[in-house]
């Protein structure tokens, strides 16, 4: 299948429609192939409600970019971890079919238990029961630093 429908002798790419939701929220600009991932970190997979994933949905800001629509509450949501995985990524909160609200997500200045350290060596590596502590050391670069080895965390 290439994509293409002959139609009336001109061609036209196949277009995805998702529904719209009624209440919940959208994830939109999520960097491209970042989607799966904040899907399984933010716990959505946990959640009993309905979730659209679309991956590399095309975008004029962006080229390409991902999106999740989730149909439940935004108190189910942790923006600390939208923000530090995709920083550029939006949030549209949805009630009665409408966008209500575009909140803000500021960097948080420090995460807990949502990434781990690589240094093998650090304590929170080591030692069960340690929280991992990144903060945030560098807000125009977006760098995480670990609490306790000051480990830098790469987020590729």
């Known amino acids: 299948m ?43 997979d946990k959640l009993d409600c309905s979730v659209a994933i679309i991956q590399n949905a095309s975008s004029r800001k962006m080229g390409k970019k991902d999106i999740i629509k989730v149909e439940t509450s ?9 923000s530090l995985l995709d920083h550029n990524a939006t949030v549209d909160v ?8 575009k909140p803000e997500l500021p960097l948080p200045k420090e995460v807990k ?5 690589k240094n093998p060596r650090c304590i929170a590596s080591i030692e069960q029961g340690i929280d ?3 903060v945030l050391t560098d807000v125009k670069t977006a760098t995480y630093r670990c609490k306790y080895c000051e480990t830098e965390y790469e987020n590729k």
């Open 2 to 44: 290439s994509g293409f429908s002959e139609n009336e002798g001109t061609r036209q790419k196949y277009k995805l429609n998702v529904g719209k939701i009624d209440e919940g929220f959208v994830i939109d600009h999520i960097r491209p192939g970042r989607g799966l991932m904040l899907y399984h970190d933010m716990g959505l």
């Open 74 to 82: 935004i108190d189910n949501l942790n923006m600390d971890i939208i």
């Open 94 to 101: 949805i009630k009665n079919g409408e966008i209500i609200s």
């Open 113 to 117: 238990n949502i990434i781990r350290c």
């Open 132 to 134: 991992n502590i990144f």
